[in-house]
């Protein structure tokens, strides 16, 4: 099988694309990616050599360039990691992200149409329920839960999603859609929650903690997500939407205080900051559909992924490190400068 995996130079299609090329070596895996300020090349080195792994940099919302692509490669499967992923930028700036995740989307599903492609799976979020109230643990989002959005970003997606499904219904187009809760592990950009907090803690800086730190987010391991996708892109039923979730609800208080004493470090560096606008305040999968349908379960709990992942971090200083020396710094000033 042919298979391309746009944004595979991010975090989640990073390990997606480490996955399938050591687990599938006689598929031919290629790789999609801009190279915006989240993807990196270096993220790539384990598998840069193997026989069955191609990079090939571009825009998936750039159309002649994606339709000269899938004329010329024939590819059998498309995953779209491809997006631009961070609430907090998509406030400041909601342009790209209807761009990348609107427009590319739909110009991915068109190039799948006009080529043949088999299955098209659209890598979505669980920020497309909205969210749930604090005082209310017995709710959790379903694949039948309304759509319901916050930010520009989960709008973003949601849209997506909806282009997704028109083209199965009007066109017949062979479609999965998968929405996953937060992830973390190894190669995570360090403006999201999690490797923030690790590279800041190292290095005894304040910890910026949006709000109260009482919002909940549902936390599964990146690995965990890989599997779940790859099992819904070969096993699941075209026209599907699948939840991926673990069951792992912590509020965001919870996991810095965590990170804190797995590091040994002090919580008077927590810091509590101006909240996000329109934060959601709490997400919950409810997984049922893939466990009975495609058999998945998750191989770790937050308990045991979490200090797997702060290992990564100390052991892979220089990954995170030559980000944090980069155009992040104006973006971490611009973001947080006034609010620490
Ligand atoms: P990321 O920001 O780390 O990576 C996104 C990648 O897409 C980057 O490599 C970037 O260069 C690339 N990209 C951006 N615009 C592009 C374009 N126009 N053309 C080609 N490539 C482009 O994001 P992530 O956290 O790895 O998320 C991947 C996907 O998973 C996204 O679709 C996101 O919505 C979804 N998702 C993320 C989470 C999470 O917790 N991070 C949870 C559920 C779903
Ligand atoms: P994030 O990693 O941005 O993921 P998402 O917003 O997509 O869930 O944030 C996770 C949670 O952590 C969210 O409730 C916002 C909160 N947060 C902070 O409290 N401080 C921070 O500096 C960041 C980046 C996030």
């Not at 006689?26 to 801009?34: G, P, Q, S, T, Y």
């Not at 997606?157 to 479609?175: C, E, I, N, Q």
């Not at 991926?244 to 208080?253: A, K, V």
């Not at 971090?313 to 609010?339: A, T």
Request: charged share 25%; glycine share 8%.
């Amino acid at each position: 099988m042919k298979i391309l995996v746009t944004g595979g130079a991010g975090f989640i299609g990073g390990n997606f694309v480490h996955y399938m090329v050591n687990k599938y070596p006689e598929d031919e895996i290629v790789n999609l990616d801009l190279l915006t300020y989240a993807g990196n090349l270096e993220t790539l080195k384990p598998v840069e050599d193997k026989k069955n792994y191609r990079f090939i940099k571009g825009d998936i919302a750039d159309r002649d360039f994606i339709m000269e692509l899938f004329q010329k490669e024939k590819f059998d499967v498309v995953i779209n990691f491809a997006a631009e992923s961070h609430v907090d930028r998509s406030i400041s700036d909601p342009g790209i992200f209807v761009q990348t995740n609107v427009l590319g989307t739909v110009v991915l599903l068109d190039a799948c149409r006009a080529f043949q492609v088999k299955r098209f799976h659209q890598v979505s979020t669980d920020e497309v329920y909205g969210d749930l109230p604090l005082d209310r643990p017995d709710l959790f989002f379903t694949e039948e839960t309304p759509l319901h959005t916050s930010s520009p970003y989960s709008s973003s997606k949601a849209s997506a999603d909806l282009f997704v499904m028109a083209y199965h219904r009007t066109y017949g187009l062979p479609v999965t859609i998968s929405r996953c809760s937060n992830n973390y592990g190894p190669y995570q950009f360090p403006e999201k929650l999690i490797p923030l907090m690790i590279s800041r803690a190292l290095a005894e800086e304040q910890l910026p903690v949006y709000g109260k730190g009482d919002n909940v987010r549902d936390w599964l391991h990146v690995l965990d997500h890989c599997i779940a996708i790859d099992l819904i892109v070969r096993k699941g039923r075209e026209g599907e939407v699948y939840n991926i979730g673990g069951h792992n609800e912590r509020t965001n208080l919870e996991v810095v205080k965590t990170i804190l004493k797995a590091l040994g470090k002090s919580e008077d560096l927590i810091h509590y900051v101006t909240d996000r606008p329109g934060h959601d305040r709490r997400y919950a999968i409810d997984p049922t559909k893939m466990e009975q349908e495609l058999g998945w379960k998750p191989i770790y709990t937050f308990d045991t992924g979490i200090p797997e992942t702060i290992d990564w971090y100390l052991n892979h200083k220089e990954w995170w490190q030559n980000i944090l020396s980069g155009e992040y710094k104006n973006y971490f000033e611009k973001m947080y400068g006034e609010r620490l």
